[in-house]
């Protein structure tokens, strides 16, 4: 098994670090800080301080500077600071220089998605998914891991047992991917006959940036009860129901939720789950419109979308979170001309971006679910007329 030496457990007191580098400013590292604490709460941290250092690129030993590394040290030392988390992937031997330097336990962003996503996997797939994405990110890494066995010096006399090890971990490592790969395939090819069976509905799947609010949603238009929490990734496995709007019946998948940097192997993992993206007749792409980063969260689907080559399908913008919305810009002293000017000049950008395929609600207060309703029946209609004219009279 992965070594667990770096899973969270209970409320581990943490620190955060970014980077602040030509590609991203300081605003935006703050921000990105503010998403790896959510992270860390959903994980079971708590996020006590923050860190970022400017530098036009990372260390490659210790991706920050000595001075800045210096100066965490002396803050967990004093604070009694127990993880340190960096929003940027890491490598081994970063890992481990940095490791050497403060002390403690240090994950990376990656590290820590994975370990949210082994905590949440319920069913066979997700469980192999993350094993699998697990055992892959660390098998770069087996090296920094194993470089407290490494003798000091290097040159003739230095291959020693701990190389050893690395290669003998190595080739169990390699040996378990293929196996998890190929239980994978086993349950892929059960996952494509049952959508294979699925007859020939139209097949309409929620996706958005984690924690938008899909889950909820699923849950308002289908009447199930899908899990839903105000933590990231509630939702691993993807849950279809059969919904029926007024005698049109159609297929409704809720999908694992995208996020910034998502790591490459956990995309690769989850290809199978993400097949009820590229299958769907129809995406519901729902943003969290109160989120600061609405639009970057907006533009981090898209681009997911695209590496899946789904990006082409028929896509239904839902802007959730109205309510809060509201609740964010409007202050006390606004009149009410005012307040439905904001309202026309977000509906009018977002319609002019989407093309007009759009429409604004609050899924816990309600809000305008008649008009999203009616929306996607004209869409799955629409689909129905083109692909099976002949069967028209069966959907009305």
């Known amino acids: 098994m992965i070594d667990k030496t770096n899973k969270i457990e209970g409320e ?60 965490i040290k002396k803050y967990i030392e004093e604070k009694e600071i127990t993880l340190i988390i960096f929003d940027d992937e890491l490598t081994g031997s970063q890992i481990s220089n940095i490791n050497k330097i403060l002390g403690i336990k240090v994950i990376d962003r990656s590290d820590l998605i994975l370990d949210i996503f082994a905590s949440r996997a319920r069913t066979a797939q997700a469980k192999v998914q993350v094993e699998l ?17 490494e003798r000091q010096g290097g040159g003739i006399g230095s291959r020693g047992p701990g190389e050893t090890e690395i290669e003998t971990d190595r080739r169990i490592v390699k040996d378990k991917i293929s196996l998890l790969r190929k239980r994978l395939g086993e349950i892929d090819k059960q996952a494509f006959t049952q959508r294979k069976d699925r007859g020939e509905f139209i097949r309409v799947a929620l996706v958005g940036y984690t ?110 979170k109205m309510d809060l919305f509201e609740k964010n810009t409007f202050d006390e002293w606004l009149d009410d001309h005012v307040k439905e000017e904001i309202r026309s000049d977000l509906k009018q950008k977002w319609e002019n971006t989407t093309q007009g395929n759009c429409v604004f609600i609050s899924a816990i207060e309600r809000q305008n679910i008649d008009e999203l309703r009616q929306t996607i029946l004209n869409k799955v209609r629409e689909i129905y007329n083109i692909r099976y004219p002949y069967k028209t009279e069966y959907f009305y």
């Open 211 to 320: 924690n938008v609010g899909k889950s909820t949603i699923m849950n308002l238009l289908t009447k199930s009860d899908v899990f839903a929490e105000n933590k990231l990734f509630a939702t691993l496995d993807t849950t279809t129901r059969k919904v029926v709007f007024e005698n049109t019946p159609f297929l409704m998948s809720d999908t694992v939720g995208f996020i910034r940097k998502l790591p490459h192997h956990l995309v690769e993992s989850f290809k199978s789950t993400l097949d009820e993206v590229r299958e769907a007749d129809i995406l519901l792409h729902v943003v969290d419109i109160s989120h600061p980063q609405h639009e970057e969260q907006y533009n981090v689907v898209n681009k997911t979308l695209q590496d899946l080559k789904a990006q082409d399908k028929p896509v239904l913008t839902i802007f959730n």
């Open 133 to 149: 994405a697990q055992y892959q990110y660390i098998l770069p890494r087996l090296r920094g891991m194993w470089s407290h066995l």
């Open 12 to 71: 581990e007191k943490a620190v955060l670090i970014g980077l602040v580098h030509k590609e991203q400013t300081e605003q935006q590292v703050k921000e990105y800080l503010e998403e790896l604490a959510f992270l860390a709460e959903t994980a079971g941290a708590v996020a006590v301080k923050r860190f970022y250092q400017k530098l036009a690129h990372p260390d490659s030993k210790t991706f920050l500077g000595k001075g800045k590394l210096e100066e």
